[in-house]
């Protein structure tokens, strides 16, 4: 189900929250080029809509979308102002970063509610019919993260 107001609130949050901003740089001024760290996630689809419909734009904001392969490499990215803000998952590095005060973490953009399914555990056809249909069941079995320290970790 097509759920137009959700969508415009990730793509608002997505100009400005799950966003994080780094320490001691002021806010993009109107004009002003600004790189917005993402990953190429439906959960980051906020900001593409945003991008692609011009939004950022439309608020006087040229917004360059730099792609990332894991949330904890942008949360580095942002620390050492290699852009600007980033949409991502909390992650130990990126605490870490903001404990010491390198990035301050300024919202969140996703929400769940009922009926709206969270982060997926998938499972090979194999797996599941031997019985893998829980978390639970994982114990004893390899499994795949993005990367150590990622939200997924």
């Not at 097509?2 to 109107?30: E, L, N, P, S």
């Amino acid at each position: 189900m097509f759920r137009t107001k959700w969508i415009w609130r990730v793509a608002v949050a997505a100009c400005a929250v799950v966003t994080m901003f780094v320490g001691g740089t002021q806010m993009a001024a109107a004009a002003e080029k600004v790189k917005l760290g993402a990953l190429r996630f439906t959960s980051h689809s906020g900001a593409f809509v945003a991008h692609e419909k011009g939004y950022f734009a439309g608020e006087g904001l040229e917004v360059e979308l730099i792609f990332f392969q894991a949330a904890a490499p942008m949360a580095v990215a942002i620390a050492s102002g290699d852009i600007d803000y980033g949409v991502t998952a909390i992650s130990g590095g990126l605490i870490n970063l903001a404990n010491k005060g390198a990035i301050k973490i300024i919202g969140g953009a996703l929400v769940e509610e009922k009926g709206v399914d969270g982060q997926k555990i998938l499972v090979s056809n194999a797996a599941f019919d031997a019985g893998v249909t829980s978390p639970a069941k994982l114990a004893g079995r390899s499994f795949g993260i993005t990367q150590t320290g990622s939200s997924f970790h």
